[in-house]
């Protein structure tokens, strides 16, 4: 299968547009057509409809593999010119908005650092293409227990910290003054489905044995403020890791005490990292 024509098939059924996917490939509409011919010829299956443009049960189906596919590519292509490039004195680090702790700032080279902030699951897929030099990701974890990170490429992971984590709740709250909360006993609360930035509910309902945390509201964003404010605001539960926990005026913390989970960290690289990259890795694997 021709990468070349995946990516236009991709881009085409995303865009739902033979001209736009045209427009932002550099290709004209007729060379875009000629791809999708010769791949649903390779295939021997029809992947898209042409009025709406949409994409066929077996177009769906490629889909599923297109992106780990492509990314699998780009990751290849980015390790080889890592090997083949001068070191590099500059250090770009994606991070996931909790993960980037006390004791990873500490360690971040004096000068030349570039942190971006992405979702969970883009930091894994950042380093792989060779946007980021390294990466740290968090989430929920049973004491010691390796992160389930999305299979993107051959990354070498290892944890460089842990912690608690609380529930944050409105101190208005009936659950404000309790010492400790259980999980199960909150399944039917309503909660805040924040992805990219509270510990995920399907973490949570994975915790709980696959039941409840319905949320009552979607938070897409990246900034811890915004999502305790909502809390507060009452709008859903959240869990939150001990550090970040209490960072809102008018916000409680409340420990989680069943089940033994904490929010664990791990730093995520390529290869043999070198430069900048290499004198992080060292500093924060000492301290894991």
Excluded: C, K
């Excluded at 944050?168 to 805040?192: E, N, T, Y």
């Excluded at 924040?194 to 979607?218: K, S």
Aim: hydrophobic fraction near 50%; charged fraction near 20%.
């Amino acid at each position: 299968m021709d990468p070349h024509l995946l990516r236009t098939y991709v881009t085409v059924a995303r865009r739902a547009s033979f001209s736009e996917a045209a427009r932002e490939l550099g290709y004209t509409q007729s060379a875009v057509s000629q791809h999708i011919a010769a791949l649903e010829q390779d295939l021997g299956a029809p992947l898209l409809t042409r009025r709406p443009v949409a994409p066929t049960a077996a177009g769906e189906r490629l889909l599923e593999h297109a992106g780990p596919l492509l990314l699998r590519l780009e990751a290849a292509r980015a390790d080889v010119a890592r090997m083949a490039a001068a070191p590099a004195y500059g250090l770009t680090l994606a991070t996931s908005p909790t993960a980037l702790t006390p004791e990873a700032l500490a360690a971040l080279p004096p000068a030349g650092v570039t942190v971006r902030v992405l979702a969970r699951d883009a930091v894994p897929a950042a380093v792989a293409a060779g946007t980021a030099d390294l990466g740290l990701v968090d989430g929920l974890a049973a004491p010691n227990d390796p992160l389930r990170l999305p299979d993107v490429a051959p990354l070498t992971t290892y944890g460089v910290g842990q912690e608690a984590v609380d529930v944050v709740l409105p101190a208005r709250h009936p659950l404000a003054r309790r010492a400790g909360l259980r999980l199960g006993d909150l399944a039917d609360a309503r909660w805040i489905d924040a992805p990219d930035t509270g510990l995920p509910v399907p973490h949570l309902r994975a915790a709980n044995g696959g039941h409840g945390f319905r949320p009552a509201l979607r938070y897409d964003g990246t900034d811890v403020r915004v999502l305790t404010a909502l809390a507060v605001a009452g709008h859903g539960l959240t869990l939150l890791p001990r550090s970040v926990s209490t960072d809102v005026a008018g916000a409680v913390a409340v420990p989680l005490i069943e089940p033994r989970v904490v929010h664990r960290v791990e730093l995520v690289h390529m290869g043999v990292p070198s430069g900048a990259a290499g004198v992080l890795v060292g500093a924060l694997s000492a301290r894991g």
